[in-house]
């Protein structure tokens, strides 16, 4: 398929859409998929997103092109110092027949942030916006039907251009692929066994833990084989300076539950902050819970009634154990906590508009 021009700027109320979709984009042929199969691993779907940015500093209005490899120099500024970001959201069939994406415009400016911090140019949120929504329409045969999964959407921006000393790169790449996912942990809701790294850390103050660079990444990848081979699903991180307060768990926000009071990490520029955790806070908040963001001491997270982690691809996913130190710590007897159910079931309602979305999240794909 020849590449096609985007960047006409999409209307923001909502549209009714037909069962099948989209526009009736979904007429295409069905995938081959077994949809209760899914699991969060990579599928190769039909349709990317590609815009680039020169030396002034302005994006050109990208072009959809037919999903493929990349071709870049080997001196890539991402390849070399690793100047990369990427965003991570949802699109999901929803109870009216719609395809929705929840909050992307959060990712966007996520993005924009992480982008001054790399020192590359921030990709314009209308940009970004009207990339996602068109590599998703133009993929929507790959939306796992209501139930079964979501389109997961990766934005990525990078230095693509040469450069050989230590130095923001000459050109940029934007680009969005999507691959239909299932759950991130195995078991989906039941609750997962975490270990508490006392070896490693995630980020350090004045790093660049609280936006999504590429580079975070690479360093969690042993941590998190090490506690996958004890049998762990992940490890939480504690802060780097008094290596005593959590801050995340692998790619997701940290919640625990004592008394009734729901505590997050505060935002202190080493955690990310997740548009799925903004999201709890708020709908807790509005269900009458005290939420506290403040620094969890980990005796603190220990002692708790319920924890659970909360992102794009966890979800809001129970912890029913955390190891810290030769102490086992459970929670709600390996149960979902009541709590994180009420959580968890509120934010997938919404998400999936089996509820009044109150809030104005969700946006239909257009
Ligand atoms: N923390 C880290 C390190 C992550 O990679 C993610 C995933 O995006 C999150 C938290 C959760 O963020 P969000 O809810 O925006 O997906
Ligand atoms: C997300 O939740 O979108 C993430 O970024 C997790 C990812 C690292 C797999």
Known sequence: MPGRGVGQPLKAEAHPCNATGVHGLLEDAEPSIDWDALTFSFKKTDRMYLATCGQDDEWQSGQMQDFTDLSMSPAAGVLNYGQGLFEGMKAQHAADGCIVLFRPEMNATRMQEGARRLGMPPVPERLFLDAVHTTVRENARWV???????????????????????????????????????????????????????????????????????????????????????????????????????????????????????????L?????????????????????????????????????DECFCAGTAAVVASIGSIEHDGRVAEYSGGEVGPITMELYKALTAIQQRRAPDDFGWTVVVE
């Open 144 to 266: 796992p039907p209501i139930g079964k999964g979501a389109l997961y959407v990766r934005p990525l921006l990078m230095g693509s251009g040469p450069i050989l000393g230590v130095a923001p790169a000459p050109e940029y790449t934007f680009l969005v692929y999507v691959s239909p996912v299932g759950p991130y942990f195995k078991g989906g809701i039941r609750p997962i066994s975490l270990k508490i790294s006392d070896e490693f850390h995630r980020a350090a103050p004045g790093g660049s833990g609280g936006v999504k660079a590429i580079g975070n990444y690479a360093p969690g990848m042993i941590p998190s084989k090490m506690a996958k081979g004890e049998g762990y699903a992940e490890v939480i991180y504690l802060d780097a300076v008094h290596h005593r307060y959590v801050e995340e768990v692998g790619a997701a926000n940290f919640f625990c539950v004592k008394d009734g009071v729901i505590s997050t990490p505060e």
């Open 268 to 304: 202190t520029g080493t955690i990310l902050p997740g548009v799925t955790r903004a999201s709890v806070i708020e709908i807790a908040g509005s269900r009458g819970f005290e939420v506290r963001e403040e620094s969890i001491d980990v005796e603190y997270a220990l002692d708790a």
